[in-house]
């Protein structure tokens, strides 16, 4: 069984930082991505962030340029580090990991999600 953890939402005024951690714990042999989705309410679940195992990162367009996403593989944790938020920036972010490989196979992981909260 494989967990994933977000931490680090919260409420923040427009213009402010933030930065999400999502650590994956459990029988994992290889992570080959990890991402970072948010959800806004009455809306659609939306790609922000990926990571590759080998470093390729991909942005939404609505981020590019203000959140920066990272790992650390001896950690086998994620971060997405968010600057100049905006008030439609407010969500709850969640973790995914995708095609994972544990000791059963290879399956696809979520976080709880994390919310985080921009006031203008």
């Known amino acids: 069984q494989v967990q994933l953890v977000e931490s680090g939402g919260g409420l923040v005024q427009a213009g402010g930082s933030l930065r999400l951690s999502c650590a994956a714990s459990?029988?994992?042999?290889?992570?080959?991505?990890m991402c970072w989705y948010r959800q806004a309410p009455g809306k659609e679940r939306e790609l922000v962030a990926t990571?590759?195992?080998?470093?390729?990162?991909n942005y939404a367009d609505s981020v590019k340029g203000r959140f920066t996403i990272s790992r650390d593989g001896a950690k086998d944790t994620v971060y997405l580090q968010m600057s100049s938020l905006k008030p439609e920036d407010t969500a709850v972010y969640y973790c995914?990991?995708?095609?994972?490989?544990?000791?059963?196979?290879?399956?696809?992981?979520w976080g709880q999600g994390t919310q985080v909260t921009v006031s203008s």
């Open positions: 995914y990991a995708p095609n994972l490989q544990d000791v059963s196979g290879r399956h696809d992981y």
């Open positions: 459990g029988n994992i042999l290889t992570i080959n991505a």
């Open positions: 990571i590759t195992r080998g470093v390729t990162i």
